[in-house]
T-cell receptor
Framework: KNEVEQSPQNLTAQEGEFITINCSYS?????LHWLQQHPGGGIVSLFM???GKKKHGRLIATINIQEKHSSLHITASHPRDSAVYIC?????????FGTGTRLTIIP | DTGVSQDPRHKITKRGQNVTFRCDPI?????LYWYRQTLGQGPEFLTY????????KSRLLSDRFSAERPKGSFSTLEIQRTEQGDSAMYLC??????????FGPGTRLTVL
């Protein structure tokens, strides 16, 4: 079993829909990261969380430390949001990554 | 641009050749990480440095791999006697302790 599990693996939605991507982890962490990767592109950090909730534009990230679970929400989704979203956790100094959720937003 | 940079962005080599990649982190960041990402997978940890000290190496990093960060600034990752299984995206990242991690654009290695 992977230390970081994401669901769903693939998600296709219509433009404007509310998107939720989930991440569960099984190890103790100091922080959780949500990252975005466009096809053929590098990785961009969206959020780093250690508790509670953060919001940036149309993106919202939440974390529940007790349940070892985090969610990434996208409101009013847009085709430019199409990318792979990766959850990663800070354990012992390094990041452990989930396998990513491939999001496709259809116009 | 004051982000993390990597060079080259793409490298095609023949099996058995040696390759070296370079990473320039954000200047004030004391931590530097190397990760490897194969198609359809999340990145996997290879090694990390705090300043010039290499503090941890993954068992993924076979004897053919070596990484250095000689003055605590840029880092190099060398792969000797490349194999087709080494084909991947090699990602560098940097951070200050317990702060956000910034990723470079990656070096895509193709071993023929």
């Amino acid at each position: 079993k992977n230390e970081v599990e994401q669901s769903p693996q693939n998600l296709t939605a219509q433009e404007g829909e509310f998107i939720t991507i989930n991440c569960s982890y099984s190890v103790g962490i100091s922080a959780l990261h949500w990252l975005q990767q466009h096809p053929g592109g590098g990785i961009v950090s969206l959020f780093m969380l250690s508790s509670g909730k953060k919001k940036h534009g149309r993106l919202i990230a939440t974390i529940n430390i007790q349940e070892k679970h985090s969610s990434l929400h996208i409101t009013a989704s847009h085709p430019r949001d199409s990318a792979v979203y990766i959850c990663a956790v800070n354990g012992n100094e390094k990041l452990t990554f989930g396998t990513g959720t491939r999001l496709t937003i259809i116009p | 641009d004051t982000g993390v940079s990597q060079d080259p962005r793409h490298k095609i080599t023949k099996r058995g050749q040696n390759v070296t990649f370079r990473c320039d982190p954000i200047s004030e960041h004391n931590r530097l990480y190397w990760y490897r990402q194969t198609l359809g997978q999340g990145p996997e940890f290879l090694t990390y440095f705090q300043n010039e000290a290499q503090l941890e190496k993954s068992r993924l990093l076979s004897d053919r791999f070596s990484a250095e960060r000689p003055k605590g600034s840029f880092s190099t990752l060398e792969i000797q006697r490349t194999e087709q299984g080494d084909s991947a995206m090699y990602l560098c990242a940097s951070s200050l302790a317990r702060t956000e991690t910034y990723f470079g654009p990656g070096t895509r290695l193709t071993v023929l």
